[in-house]
């Protein structure tokens, strides 16, 4: 078995554009020499994104169908996933217990992926999110590379040097990851030597810089990890490849972008590395069984004062009144840091000589020739993450990992709401609010009529994650499930899909209390 193979053995929404610069694929190998890109379906306007509103409104001016229950668990169950955290001696010594995953498209293809994967080099599980813009492929690359740099950056001097010199014998490498992935998550088997290249230089520098015996900290290797992917991410645009469908390839990586949200969990000490607008809440029970959140991750956009102070303080006092516009770096894109987005990082020249060597599928797009106005000082757009550390409590019960469209749909509090209350089967009744509707004695009755047929449907869904995404997508004004709302939105053509929510993805993960109770007992003897 080649060495590459080896080492990767088991690899089975408009932030900015409203339609991708690059077209992503399923089967990528229909991008041959002399392939031409799709025409794209949506209007030129392609630079301005909607802005989401917290609450659906579905009309009779919508061309959708009614599903029938079935249907709608068939779509809603399409792409769900689960993974059980295996028991040893008929006990579970792992913090972890296990995570629930599901993704609901908006974008024809969704620009959305997740990971997981368990650490087999070192200790710990990885949880991502990777929420892409103008196209999927530079998410699609996340998805497949962010946790082997994550997992290099994490081994020991030593460890790294047992790695190269067995790749210099070619002898056989034991796996650094265990993935736990959907069969939809696939990877793009053409690329993986590149990759393998490309990470095999990371920890040859890694060798360089570091000393025998040395260990890293979690927080540095999450830094590195991301700060380096997206280097690589940017110079292997840069230098192309002779392959022809692999030079188009890191193009459409390079030229798109992604936000990255990921969890690492070793034991009690949880690490959150995130870059862009995804987010990670603990769901926390209280005394009295009830569920409160607790956010462990900002946005980084707009709506976050310190990130506006830090992108104005990195430019000239010039560029005030433009590098922020709309909410939007430089009027365009939402999120303030990324992947990928290299028309955001490089150079005016740098971008024009990329793209006159490339192939001749750039040059039949008018996106990537088009240069974002006010662009005097580059780089605008950082992939760098914000690192956040908590220490596990036993009445912390579950992560909810989720890509924007989860969160501009429900409140924090109510995901955590819904997410404890269906892992618990225990239900908070609180007080029957109807929003400062005007409702009739009759609609009343209906209402608290479907509080009760929704206490007894709870276990409808055996995923979690599909749970919450039938509330994310079918809640009505009065915070229940409305199952015409919910059919109509599931049946909308892809055209106005987008135009009412964005692709989904969820992580929930669940946490061991008793075995978090031991270890922190034991940490305090």
Same mark, same amino acid.
């Given at each position: ?6 080492l990767?053995?088991g690899?089975p ?10 077209p992503c694929q399923?089967?990528p190998t229909q991008?041959g020499p ?9 209007p030129?306007?392609?630079?301005q994104?909607h802005?989401p !509103?917290?609450s659906y409104?579905t009309?009779s001016?919508?061309h ?5 229950p079935?249907?709608v668990? !068939?779509i809603?169950k399409?792409?769900e ?6 028991e040893f001696?008929g006990?579970n ?5 296990g995570f ?12 959305d ?10 200790r ?8 892409g813009?103008?196209?999927c492929a530079?998410?699609?690359a996340?998805?497949?590379?962010l946790?082997?740099?994550i997992?290099?950056?994490?081994l020991?001097?030593?460890t790294?040097c047992?790695?190269?010199a067995a ?12 993935w736990h992935?959907?069969?939809?998550d696939?990877?793009s088997?053409e690329a993986?030597t ?6 095999r ?5 890694l060798?360089d810089?570091?000393?025998?015996g040395e260990?890293?900290e979690?927080?540095?290797?999450l ?7 997206d280097s690589?991410i940017?110079l292997e645009?840069?230098v ?8 188009y ?7 798109s972008?992604a936000?990255a949200?990921v969890?690492h969990i070793d034991g009690?000490?949880l690490?959150?590395?995130?870059a862009?607008?995804?987010?990670a809440?603990?769901?926390v029970?209280?005394?009295d069984?009830s569920f ?7 946005d980084?956009?707009a ?5 506006v ?6 430019h000239?006092q !010039?560029e005030?009144k433009?590098v922020?516009?709309q909410?939007?770096?430089? +009027?365009l894109?939402m ?12 150079s005016i020249?740098?971008?024009k000589?990329?793209l006159?060597s490339?192939?001749?599928q ?5 996106q990537?020739?088009?240069?974002p106005?006010?662009?005097?000082t580059?780089?605008?757009l950082?992939?760098?993450p914000e690192?956040?550390y908590h220490?596990?409590?036993p ?13 501009e749909?429900?409140?924090r509090?109510?995901v ?8 618990t ?7 029957l609010?109807?929003?400062g509707y005007?409702v009739t004695?009759g609609q009343m009755?209906?209402l ?9 449907s709870a ?6 994650a599909?749970?919450l ?6 809640n009505?004004?009065?915070g229940?499930?409305d199952?015409?709302r ?5 049946s909308l053509?892809?055209?106005l899909a987008r ?6 993805t969820?992580?929930i ?5 008793h075995v978090i +109770?031991?270890?922190?007992q034991?940490?305090?003897?």
């Amino acid at each position: 078995m080649p060495v590459t193979s080896q080492l990767l053995r088991g690899l089975p929404r408009a932030k900015v554009f409203a339609s991708g610069v690059f077209p992503c694929q399923q089967h990528p190998t229909q991008f041959g020499p002399g392939a031409r890109r799709p025409a794209s379906r949506r209007p030129p306007h392609v630079w301005q994104r909607h802005q989401p !509103s917290r609450s659906y409104r579905t009309t009779s001016a919508l061309h959708s169908y009614n599903l029938t229950p079935p249907q709608v668990n !068939s779509i809603l169950k399409a792409n769900e996933y689960s993974f059980k955290v295996p028991e040893f001696d008929g006990k579970n010594v792992s913090s972890v217990m296990g995570f629930e995953s599901n993704q609901l498209p908006a974008n024809a293809p969704i620009e959305d992926r997740r990971s997981a994967a368990t650490c087999l080099q070192t200790r710990g599980m990885l949880l991502g999110v990777f929420d892409g813009h103008a196209g999927c492929a530079c998410a699609q690359a996340l998805s497949e590379r962010l946790f082997y740099y994550i997992a290099v950056s994490l081994l020991p001097h030593n460890t790294l040097c047992e790695l190269e010199a067995a790749v210099e014998a070619g002898r056989a490498l034991s796996p650094i990851l265990q993935w736990h992935k959907h069969p939809n998550d696939y990877f793009s088997r053409e690329a993986q030597t590149l990759y393998f290249n490309s990470l095999r230089t990371y920890w040859q520098e890694l060798i360089d810089l570091t000393s025998p015996g040395e260990v890293p900290e979690t927080r540095e290797a999450l830094m590195n990890a991301f700060k380096r992917l997206d280097s690589d991410i940017s110079l292997e645009a840069q230098v192309g490849d002779p392959n022809a469908y692999l030079h188009y390839w890191v193009l459409r990586v390079a030229f798109s972008g992604a936000t990255a949200c990921v969890a690492h969990i070793d034991g009690s000490d949880l690490f959150i590395a995130n870059a862009g607008d995804a987010r990670a809440v603990l769901g926390v029970q209280e005394e009295d069984g009830s569920f409160s959140a607790h956010t462990l991750s900002n946005d980084h956009c707009a709506q976050n004062e310190d990130e506006v102070s830090r992108i104005r303080g990195e430019h000239p006092q !010039s560029e005030r009144k433009t590098v922020i516009r709309q909410d939007r770096l430089l +009027g365009l894109l939402m999120p303030f840091r990324a992947f990928g987005d290299v028309k955001f990082k490089w150079s005016i020249e740098l971008q024009k000589r990329v793209l006159e060597s490339g192939p001749d599928q750039l040059h039949e797009n008018e996106q990537t020739k088009f240069i974002p106005p006010n662009y005097h000082t580059p780089p605008y757009l950082t992939a760098e993450p914000e690192i956040t550390y908590h220490k596990l409590r036993p009445q912390d019960r579950f992560l909810v990992i989720g890509s924007d469209g989860l969160w501009e749909t429900l409140h924090r509090q109510e995901v955590v709401r819904i997410v404890g209350e269906y892992l618990t089967g225990v239900h908070q009744r609180q007080p029957l609010t109807v929003g400062g509707y005007k409702v009739t004695l009759g609609q009343m009755q209906g209402l608290l009529a479907e509080r009760k047929a929704r206490v007894s449907s709870a276990f409808e869904d055996q995923n979690s994650a599909t749970h919450l995404m039938r509330h994310a997508v079918g809640n009505n004004e009065f915070g229940t499930v409305d199952h015409e709302r919910l059919s109509k939105m599931l049946s909308l053509p892809e055209e106005l899909a987008r135009m009412y929510r964005d692709d989904i993805t969820i992580i929930i993960t669940q946490f061991n209390p008793h075995v978090i +109770g031991a270890q922190r007992q034991e940490g305090q003897s």
